[in-house]
Every structure is written in C-alpha cells, then in structure tokens.
C-alpha cells in the first residue's frame, strides 16, 4: 500500500481535492476533520478548556476563539499543536493499520502543514494543490470571519507555494473550473493506481 500526502496554502482547494479522491474510492485520511472529532471529545474539551480559559463555550470548543488566541501567540500556538498533533497522528494511524488490512492499493492522507511540520519523509508521494495568488486570496477572503491581518498570520505560517510545488511529486493546479480540476484528479488517481501496482517498497 502507498500513502500519499495531500497539502496545499490555504484556499487553494485542497478540500475539494479529497472529497474527489474520495469519491473516486480512494481512502482518503481529512487530518482537520480529526481535529474536530478530537475537540468534540470530553478529554480534549476539558485539557484544551484548562491549557486556553475563555475557549470553551457551551460545552464545547469554540474554534474561532482559540484561533485567535493561537494565531496571536507563538507560544500558545505551540502548546496547542503540541497537544493535537500526536493525537491526530494516532489517529492516522489506526487509519493506515485499517486500510493496510483491508488491501487497499493506496491512501491519501490530508495534512495542512505537511512540509512545515516535515511529516513528508513519512509518506511515499506527495501532492501540492496550488492556485495563483490573485485567486488564492479572494477565495480566503470569502471566507466567513477571514480579515487581511488574520489571512497575513495564517500565511505566515505556510510555506511559499513555489517552494511546495518544488518539493512535490505531483502538482495540481486549481486557478479554473470545478471540471478542469475533476480531470486533473481523475488523471492522478489513475497514474497512482499504477504506481501502487508496480510498488515495492
């Protein structure tokens, strides 16, 4: 089985990107959606409720206010993904244990930060979604609760697309249509069938 990690800027696409792969029957691991499974957990509300106070509302973890909280602060924001981050990668691997033992040829694995965090030596290939700035930044901006000082904080915590499409096996360019993209993914998604094929690890 070949794992293949997914990443991309922000507002690139990369969550369009997995939804196809999955609809298209690849396993595909969301590491953000895990990160909302986790904050729904009542071990992970109360640890995160003690480590950030003001955060937990209703019962529950109000991301938009620990964001703020992270984003503003370095230190915070390592205490936060030292936290997460192993708990995510538990997860993954229950994932990859799972799909290991049902034969499956191939997973994708979605991960925001994959080169920031160096998790990139764990996989076998890697994908960049990417997409020109201009169309990058009114896609971000479009979104509810995004200002130009909080898109600035998240993008300075990213890599440069030029230095992610360089380090990339494969680079998926999502500046067009919805159809453009599908084909571009279809076309992948064979390509990596083949490749799981021919796999020797």
Known sequence: MISVGLTGSIATGKSEVAKLFSAAGIPVFDSDAEVHGLYAEKTTRDLLGKEFPGVTVDGGIDRQLLGQQVLG???DLRKLESLIHPL??????H???HWRK?????VVIDVPLLFET???EELDYVIV???NEDVQRQRAMARPGMTEQKLAGI???QMPDAEKR???DFVIENSGSLDHLRTQVDALSRQLAELARTYKP
């Open 88 to 93: 995510v990668r538990k997860r993954r691997e």
């Open 118 to 120: 160096g998790q990139e």
């Open 102 to 106: 049902q034969g499956s040829a191939l």
């Open 73 to 75: 602060s370095p230190e």
């Open 166 to 168: 360089s380090r990339a």
């Open 129 to 131: 979604v990417s997409a």
């Open 155 to 157: 993008l300075a915590r």
């Open 95 to 97: 994932f990859l244990a």
